[in-house]
């Protein structure tokens, strides 16, 4: 079973800085993509940033400049650091890891896709 564990959210004054983590827990991860996405209330989920395997980036326009994002592979963990906060940032934010996952421990089992999502950390911040 594959566990996304998001952690690090919270209340924080317009300018300042937080700092998201997601791990992502079980047996036979190979995760190509881990990112970041939010929510905000009456608005649809929205992708903030990615990172690949080799590290490579992909931040939306509107945090450009402002955040940053970074992943562990050992540790299967991804992170988002967050500064110049402003109160549109207010939303859930969900972690994401899409790759494959062992069907068992022999090569021969194969392995089915995996598109994981964590529970949601909510950051507010206020003006």
């Known amino acids: 079973q594959v566990q996304l564990v998001e952690s690090g959210g919270g209340l924080v004054q317009a300018g300042g800085s937080l700092r998201l983590s997601c791990a992502a827990s079980?047996?036979?991860?190979?995760?190509?993509?881990m990112a970041w996405y939010r929510q905000a209330p009456g608005k649809q989920r929205e992708l903030v940033a990615s990172i690949t395997r080799a590290f490579r980036t992909n931040l939306a326009g509107s945090v450009k400049g402002r955040f940053a994002i970074s992943r562990d592979n050992a540790k299967n963990t991804v992170y988002l650091q967050m500064n110049s906060l402003k109160p549109e940032d207010t939303a859930v934010y969900y972690c994401?890891?899409?790759?494959?996952?062992?069907?068992?421990?022999?090569?021969?089992?194969?392995?089915?896709?995996?598109?994981?999502w964590g529970q949601g950390t909510l950051v507010t911040v206020a003006s």
């Open positions: 079980g047996r036979g991860l190979s995760i190509d993509v």
């Open positions: 994401s890891a899409t790759g494959t996952v062992a069907l068992g421990a022999a090569v021969e089992s194969g392995v089915a896709p995996l598109d994981a």
